[in-house]
């Protein structure tokens, strides 16, 4: 094992222990409840010894990044998955270089990876994000504007809509955290009864995940708690 592989072994062996752990505490079943490994800012040597720990999807938030990683780890079967705030001008390498995408947040970027995917002959899942906290500055939906928006997509059969994202608020009371963690559920449930196929609930990092697994989380975005701390601060 090289030194990466040994260190990410460990990293990852105890993230999952603590995931389970978590699930338990509140009575749910850690089968539940996935992880997605986000591997923004690491170099690709990293990234291929976790696919030597089995792990093949990877969340990014910049597609320029997944750009310069996919072709050296071409031979890997690596599924990219974009969880940053996409500009229009990128729906062109989303839907050559995605397996799904995460931030769909308005009709203008349907629209646009719609027609890029049909280009390619493609379909992507993809999930709906959508504005849990009042800060400015976070990207998402509003979420008074979902279920008209989740209508449309119905129009855009390259795009299989398979639940919603969101990114807490920073805080330091739990309150606050957990509150956007609850509007999500309550707003998938909301979805699933209007006929929406919204079975994915991505939410909690490093920082919160314990919260988002407690108000229903079927997906944790998890990047420091596996890699370590980033150098380089995300955009
Ligand atoms: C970076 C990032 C994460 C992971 O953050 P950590 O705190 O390192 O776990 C999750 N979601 C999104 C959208 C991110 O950009």
Known sequence: MSADTSYLAGQW???RDRVDAACRAVGRDPAEVDILPVSKTFGVDLVRAAVGLGLHRFGENKVQEIREKAPPLADCGIEWVVI?????????DVARLASEVQSLDRLELAEALHRRLRHEGRAI??????????EPGKFGLPPAQLPGFLDLLRGYDSLRVRGLMTMATHSSDPAEVRACFRLLRELRDQGMAQGHDLEKLSMGMSGDYPLAIAEGATELRLGTAIFGRRDVTPG
């Not at 940053?84 to 062109?92: E, F, M, R, S, V």
Request: charge should be positive.
């Open 84 to 92: 940053g705030h996409l500009q229009t001008n990128k729906a062109k």
């Open 13 to 15: 062996a105890q993230v």
């Open 125 to 134: 899942d993809v999930l709906v994000q959508v504005k849990t906290s009042p």
